[in-house]
Nanobody, 125 residues
């Protein structure tokens, strides 16, 4: 079992920044890859970013590449999503997820085994 708790969401103006955190517990954090997803109202949950077990490899969706940065601190059992140059289209509930197989970075929801409860990010224009 893995428990994931996101924090750091909120309301920000367009052009601003936020940093999301996801604290993990229950299993050895460095043994699994992590991802961030988001879900806007009335839309499907979509991939945002992923990071491998060591933190040395990352992957981003086209819509956030160059603006968002995923990172992890295995000593603190935490993964982060630094979001810069936010735009209204980034408004969504953001979820972190754990991929226990960690065979490679994946964008597919079904490849992730555990999910957090989500944190709301709202970007005003």
């Amino acid at each position: 079992q893995v428990q994931l708790v996101e924090s750091g969401g909120g309301l920000v103006q367009a052009g601003g920044s936020l940093r999301l955190s996801c604290a993990a517990s229950g299993r050895t954090f460095r043994d699994y890859a992590m991802g961030w997803f988001r879900q806007a109202p009335g839309k499907e949950r979509t991939f945002v970013a992923a990071i491998n077990r060591s933190g040395g490899t990352t992957y981003y969706s086209h819509s956030v590449k160059g603006r968002f940065t995923i990172s992890r601190d295995n000593a603190k059992n935490t993964v982060y999503l630094q979001m810069n140059s936010l735009i209204p289209e980034d408004t969504a509930v953001y979820y972190c997820a754990a991929d226990l197989r960690a065979l490679g970075l994946t964008t597919h929801l079904s490849d992730y085994d555990y999910w957090g409860q989500g944190t709301q990010v709202t970007v005003s224009s």
